[in-house]
């Protein structure tokens, strides 16, 4: 089973996030035993393009998957080096089965709509605005009563 462990400091090693996850593997009633090995470890960082953050995240493989379970169960909203992490199962995705690589490309009239009128079917006509300056601090209060007046005439 591969574990995907979200949101790690950026300074962790991989023998951090191993003993980490270790911790986990550990069951003791009266003598510890390890439920579950861990064949490896790798810590991956990921970069968001438009806020030019980035974000690090560790894989865990186990060989066990009730081991696997456990871990999710014991360390999803824990700490680890003063940040809450997220922790879940890692999925590969195949590409037989990936939607979106069998996805029609969208017509550009539609990309050119507004993303809150897509579905509304609205036209928009060229058409000046009625009001000029609307930050225009002398006449608010006739702006504002202007529109109410507009929008109940409706």
Do not use: W
Not at 15 to 23: A, C, K, M, Q
Not at 135 to 148: G, M, P, Q, V, W
């Amino acid at each position: 089973m591969i574990l995907i462990i979200k949101n790690i400091p950026s300074i962790t090693k991989e023998s951090e996030l191993g003993d980490f996850v270790d911790s986990a593997l550990k069951f003791c009633l009266l003598i510890p035993i390890k439920l579950g090995n861990i064949l490896k470890t790798d810590i991956f960082c990921l970069k968001n393009i438009k806020t030019n953050v980035l974000s690090f995240h560790g894989r865990v493989f186990i060989d066990d998957e009730k081991a696997g379970k456990r871990v999710i169960r014991k360390l999803h909203g824990k700490r680890f080096k003063n940040k809450i992490v997220e922790v879940r199962e890692y999925f590969i995705r195949s590409s037989k089965n990936d939607r979106r690589l069998a996805q029609k490309p969208v017509p550009a009239d539609i990309l050119e709509k507004r993303r809150g009128e897509r579905r509304c079917n609205i036209k928009h006509v060229d058409t000046a605005s009625t009001y000029k300056n609307v930050f225009d601090t002398e006449n608010i209060y006739h702006l504002s009563r202007k529109a109410r007046n507009d929008i109940y005439d409706l």
